[in-house]
């Protein structure tokens, strides 16, 4: 089945920790995206990615970093430098830039 | 810049009622605009869109139309069933270089009650 997978489902960070979500999809999409959503708000664009190797900040990016070294796969690493992690974190593909955006299952961050 | 305010809920129904989710934005060019729902514990899924204005969406039993004049893109459905009990986001994506950028709305909480 062609999809979007994100894991883990549930993930728990310790302060001053680096922890990193995964993303991976299966429909030969060019561009990625992150997205956090906070309880009663929309979503909000952490960072996207256009093509292989290229990526670009969104309106929260401070506190975050991200690579993309493979098409399918868009890893976000939330750094300690994020005061306020606990949200949930969703990825999304699109054929390109242009064109619908199609949402993974989430990953639901928490702070121990 | 662009936004999306859509009715505050939660919205309470009972099966069979007729539903009405209200959207407006606010943008410049010609954006798609677009209803995401979310299941409790999911992700988004892509309910349905409209490219250019008088299009309109449909998908499930569920429709809109993007209205120009007024800058709208109302949620409807006939008649809800139980299931689709979830959070109704409306989105547009902006137009011309920045037509990547979805905009959502805070979302409506619709319960669906039997």
């Not at chain 1, 979007?4 to 995964?22: A, H, W």
């Not at chain 1, 060019?30 to 708000?41: F, H, I, T």
């Amino acid at each position: 089945d062609g999809g979007i997978t994100q894991s883990p489902k549930y993930l728990f960070r310790k302060e001053g920790q680096n922890v990193t979500l995964s993303c991976e999809q299966n429909l030969n999409h060019d561009a990625m995206y992150w997205y956090r959503q906070d309880p009663g708000q929309g979503l909000r664009l952490i960072y996207y990615s256009q093509i292989v190797n290229d990526f670009q900040k969104g309106d929260i990016a401070e506190g975050y970093s991200v690579s993309r070294e493979k098409k399918e796969s868009f890893p976000l690493t939330v750094t300690s430098a994020q005061k306020n992690p606990t949200a949930f974190y969703l990825c999304a593909s699109s054929s390109d830039i242009q064109e619908t955006q199609y949402f993974g299952p989430g990953t639901r961050l928490l702070v121990l | 810049g662009n936004s999306v305010t859509q009715m505050e809920g939660p919205v309470t129904l009972s099966e069979e009622a007729f539903l009405t989710i209200n959207c407006t934005y606010t943008a410049t060019g010609y954006p798609s605009l677009f209803w995401y729902v979310q299941y409790p514990g999911e992700g988004l899924q892509l309910l349905l869109k409209a490219t250019k204005a008088d299009d309109k969406g449909s998908n499930k039993g569920f429709e809109a139309t993007y209205r120009k004049e007024t800058t709208s893109f109302h949620l409807e459905k006939g008649s809800v069933q139980v299931s689709d009990s979830a959070v109704y986001f409306c989105a547009l994506s902006g137009s011309g270089g920045s037509n990547y950028k979805l905009t959502f709305g805070k979302g409506t909480l619709l319960t669906v009650n039997p």
